[in-house]
């Protein structure tokens, strides 16, 4: 079993829709799993020259359009953010974009700060062992703990 979001359905080759679901309750607490969600984002930078704007607002328009979300959700299992592409048919009657958008309701918005790459990287070690049977996850889970706590630390001046 691989537990992973839409972000990495496309790389497993999802053709199987049987092999999607949506994560479980916790029997200990009687909740749903739930996920950080993060969405994308484009910015411009100050320093643009204004000449430039006519053609950076064309480039956004694309990136942010019907048409490419449309497609972005289907190739990658993105979650369009477009209401014209979330009531489409191709996007309302397509089962694994359903399924992420389920997951997505159940989702929690991952904070926007530094130190949440920090705990990815004390998380990576571990939990990798965990798969591979060299690490039990408890000890697993007090690495992480340990590690994220002290990079963490360390970013902080």
Known sequence: ?????????????V?????LALLPFNSATGL?????????GYSLNINTPSSRFALVRRVLEYLT???LQLEMARKLFTIPTRRVALESPAFRDDPVLQLAMA?????????????VRY???AMRGPYRRVFTRELAPADAARQMQTAAERLIAESMP
């Open 15 to 19: 053709p199987d829709r049987s092999l």
């Open 65 to 67: 359009g019907d048409e």
């Open 32 to 40: 749903p799993c739930r996920p950080v969600i993060a969405a994308k």
């Open 119 to 121: 705990i990815w990287d």
């Open 1 to 13: 079993m691989i537990i992973n979001g839409p972000l990495s359905w496309a790389e497993y080759g």
């Open 103 to 115: 997951q997505a309701k159940n989702s929690v918005p991952m904070p926007i700060m530094p130190q």
